[in-house]
């Protein structure tokens, strides 16, 4: 599900935390995290917020200290300066050149000038701002994704409507398909027989082993079981929907689940009536895991 949310916490070390939060669908969750100077070493921290509050999504989260004091966001290694010039003091004499080193030139060497990165120990009030600027955000995103989840629940539900219909008229319809295969049957048995008889062949076939064919097909077409499972899928579904916890991934299985059932009675009923509502079926179903590929 998709969401944008913002966060804000003024720092005591001075200027303001900035958190921006945007989600987009991804069946896991991928956080891509981006800091301002002298925040890199809180991203871990940042990152545990996230996933205590997301499941599943493309998380993009910005973040700035704006307004942070710049006097301390780098600082010069006087060691390693001082390391340096010795150093290029000793080659320029053992080469016989005369040493021109400026200060300049010394910064723009690596090590010279280091990011000031605080340490969680060392700014802990650095550290409740940045959370709670991001707790804000996350807030705000998720109360979007959230609207946008309560729509498709209602779309949801509205399918599972239509699929309860379809599996209804199923039903109805399985005696029937027993009925008819039972007098075709009896049909082409008699017509058969008449035949073989007139011929002088075979004996008539006597009622008992008509009624146990009809016994065994009944066996092999049986759906109720089916049936009964697709029931009880759709209120397991109701009820998921109506959590407020995150059950995507419960109702990623029980879509697969309603598949499994669906594909079933399709193979077992050759009927063309039933076969047209399971191609239905099978198609509210593709939409439903559409939907709910990306929930939390």
Known sequence: MTGQGEGRCNVPLGGTMVVEARAVNNRHLKINLRTSEGLSGFESEIETIVRAQVRRGTIQLNVVWSGRPSLDLYQIQGPVIESYYQ??????????????VTLSDLLALPGAVVESIPQREESPELLEALTSAVQSALTAMNRMRAQEGASMATEIRSQLKQMATLSEAIEQRAPAVL????????????????????????????????????????????IREEIVRLRSHFGQFEQLLDSSEGQGRKLDFLVQEMFRESNTIGSKASDAFIAQRVVDLKSTLEQIRELIQNVE
């Open 179 to 222: 009925a008819e295969y039972r007098e075709r049957l009896r049909t082409r048995v008699a017509t058969a027989v008449a035949e073989a008889i007139s011929a002088g062949d075979v004996a008539p076939l006597n009622e008992p082993d008509l009624i146990r064919e009809v016994a065994l097909m009944s066996d092999k077409t049986d």
């Open 87 to 100: 150093q290029c003091k000793e080659v320029a004499e053992k080469i016989g050149l005369p040493s021109s």
